[in-house]
T-cell receptor
Framework: GEDVEQSLFLSVREGDSSVINCTYTDSSSTYLYWYKQEPGAGLQLLTYIFSNMDMKQDQRLTVLLNKKDKHLSLRIADTQTGDSAIYFCAESYNNNDMRFGAGTRLTVKP | AAGVIQSPRHLIKEKRETATLKCYPIPRHDTVYWYQQGPGQDPQFLISFYEKMQSDKGSIPDRFSAQQFSDYHSELNMSSLELGDSALYFC??????????????FGPGTRLTVL
């Protein structure tokens, strides 16, 4: 999606932390999401953050939001091979349709 | 727990044919969304329905139409199919009226191949 940008590829070693970055342009976005898509599978919501928050932590996942710079990041601690997938950043205004980034393909090497 | 069901999971059609994709939302969910994900692309929002009425419209071609029925299931009708319509079509459902945040639960998708 042209309004949401992500880097396309990230490769890390098992046990390291992964950081996936995303920038968006719509300042009226109220919700920002991270979805995971495994090969041939559907979209799985990992976590979301409301625009008035700047951080959210959920087990191994940490989301950081810099609303001023319209920058969102997802940090995965202790990355495992099972985390290999495509990660989509998405935004929405008031929970209506979502606009997705192009997705970041995370490869975890043993 | 019941999830979003989409049928068929795979569909092969020829150019200029028509196709109908079905989506059965999670029970009691009142909102259905359709997304199209082309090969190597991000999902693009097509259209959504809330309480059987069209709610939002995205990049849905005029050749496509959709509706939500009284049992809340939705169908995406695609006519005059083109090669570029080959994609994974996702349906998502949510319960919109109860809270300010409503998670969209995605179905497994229907993979449409147009030959």
């Amino acid at each position: 999606g042209e309004d949401v940008e992500q880097s396309l590829f990230l490769s890390v070693r098992e046990g390291d932390s992964s950081v996936i970055n995303c920038t968006y342009t719509d300042s009226s976005s109220t919700y920002l999401y991270w979805y995971k898509q495994e090969p041939g599978a559907g979209l799985q919501l990992l976590t979301y953050i409301f625009s008035n928050m700047d951080m959210k932590q959920d087990q191994r996942l940490t989301v950081l939001l810099n609303k001023k710079d319209k920058h969102l990041s997802l940090r995965i601690a202790d990355t495992q091979t099972g985390d290999s997938a495509i990660y989509f950043c998405a935004e929405s205004y008031n929970n209506n349709d979502m606009r997705f980034g192009a997705g970041t393909r995370l490869t975890v090497k043993p | 727990a019941a999830g979003v069901i989409q049928s068929p999971r795979h569909l092969i059609k020829e150019k200029r044919e028509t196709a109908t994709l079905k989506c059965y939302p999670i029970p009691r969910h009142d909102t259905v969304y359709w997304y199209q994900q082309g090969p190597g692309q991000d999902p693009q929002f097509l259209i959504s329905f809330y309480e059987k009425m069209q709610s939002d419209k995205g990049s849905i071609p005029d050749r496509f139409s959709a509706q939500q029925f009284s049992d809340y299931h939705s169908e995406l009708n695609m006519s005059s199919l083109e090669l570029g319509d080959s994609a994974l079509y996702f349906c998502a459902s949510s319960l919109k009226w109860t809270s300010s945040y409503n998670e969209q639960f995605f179905g497994p998708g229907t993979r449409l191949t147009v030959l």
